[in-house]
T-cell receptor, first 112, second 113 residues
Framework: QQQVKQSPQSLIVQKGGISIINCAYENTAFDYFPWYQQFPGKGPALLIA?????SEKKEGRFTISFNKSAKQFSLHIMDSQPGDSATYFC???????????FGKGTRLSVIA | GAGVSQSPRYKVTKRGQDVALRCDPISGHVSLYWYRQALGQGPEFLTYFNYEAQQDKSGLPNDRFSAERPEGSISTLTIQRTEQRDSAMYRCASSLGQAGELFFGEGSRLTVL
């Protein structure tokens, strides 16, 4: 059973546009929700993360929106650039109790 | 080194052979994780260590898979009697302490013929 469901599977966005990737989870014990970015041939790298006590976290052009009641969180990339083209994974963990579990990934292509 | 180092980067083996994959974590990182990543999929948890103690091995697919970290630094993932379904990218990650903040290596791609 997929613990974190991610959509869409792939996304094409024009340069300068907003990229939005969504994730949903079931386990209400999860207490940390990171997003990882992976370029071809590389390992995933932590991009931004949020805890469930806040509804939004922003770092530069990247924002996580968190909806605890709906058990959903999303990644927004503002002013998307070709260099943002990568695969993005949402993830979740119950710190100290469960390992970090990942969604299946979203392949983002930003075209000029 | 500055990052997580894995070796070999590529391993081709015949079905039935044993393979050992090595991970050298970032210096000082307490926790070490093994994940498996199929093409086009997210990383799938296998096992993890805090120092030399294996904390959770619930993700290991079967008893052909084992891992160790005897001195709390370098770790080895061993797959015995390999099968074609074992073919995948095996990724190691380490963490200083914050669960969920993982630093991944570039992986070891295993191909079983």
């Amino acid at each position: 059973q997929q613990q974190v469901k991610q959509s869409p599977q792939s996304l094409i966005v024009q340069k300068g546009g907003i990229s939005i990737i969504n994730c949903a989870y079931e386990n209400t014990a999860f207490d940390y929700f990171p997003w990882y970015q992976q370029f071809p041939g590389k390992g995933p790298a932590l991009l931004i993360a949020i805890r469930p006590d806040v509804s939004e976290k922003k770092e530069g052009r990247f924002t996580i929106s968190f909806n605890k009641s709906a058990k959903q969180f999303s990644l927004h990339i503002m002013d998307s650039q070709p260099g943002d083209s990568a695969t993005y994974f949402c993830a979740a963990i119950n710190s100290g109790n469960t390992p970090l579990v990942f969604g299946k990934g979203t392949r983002l292509s930003v075209i000029a | 080194g500055a990052g997580v180092s894995q070796s070999p980067r590529y391993k081709v083996t015949k079905r039935g052979q044993d393979v050992a994959l090595r991970c050298d974590p970032i210096s000082g990182h307490v926790s070490l994780y093994w994940y498996r990543q199929a093409l086009g999929q997210g990383p799938e948890f296998l096992t993890y260590f805090n120092y030399e103690a294996q904390q959770d091995k619930s993700g290991l697919p079967n008893d052909r898979f084992s891992a160790e970290r005897p001195e709390g630094s370098i770790s080895t993932l061993t797959i015995q009697r390999t099968e074609q379904r074992d073919s995948a990218m095996y990724r190691c990650a380490s963490s200083l302490g914050q669960a969920g903040e993982l630093f991944f290596g570039e992986g070891s791609r295993l191909t079983v013929l």
